[in-house]
């Protein structure tokens, strides 16, 4: 416990500063439709048959999967900036990024190369 209170005002007003940095991020409608635009033709070809979709603070994740009980081929995480301002898209191969860039179109064409070779 803390030796200087401080009010009930001041406490409110820094939980609430605080718990902008802590709010979990999503993806839009857009961006969640483009992701499922490639993830539909890889199911269709019969590469990819289930996905994932995780929110935790600062980040959202795509996952995606060959079966349902194996860790994850590919992710596409949208992410605060590197300065906390802005979005930025990743995408991973397992624990490996492939692609970091602030426009998702970019981070799925880049998830089309690696698949197709």
């Not at 802005?86 to 880049?110: C, M, Q, W, Y």
């Amino acid at each position: 416990m803390s030796d200087n209170p401080i009010s009930i005002a001041e406490f409110r007003a820094k939980r609430a500063r605080g718990s902008r940095a802590r709010k979990p991020l999503y993806f839009q409608r857009d961006e969640l439709s483009s992701i499922m635009q490639v993830y539909s033709r890889y199911v269709a070809a019969g590469q990819w048959r289930d996905y994932a979709i995780d929110f935790a603070p600062g980040v959202a994740v795509f996952s995606i999967f060959k079966t349902a009980h194996e860790q994850p081929m590919f992710t596409v995480a949208k992410r605060q900036g590197p300065s906390g301002k802005g979005r930025e898209f990743v995408v991973h191969e397992g624990v490996k990024p492939i692609k970091k860039s602030e426009n998702l179109t970019d981070v799925l064409r880049a998830l089309d190369l690696k698949v197709n070779n």
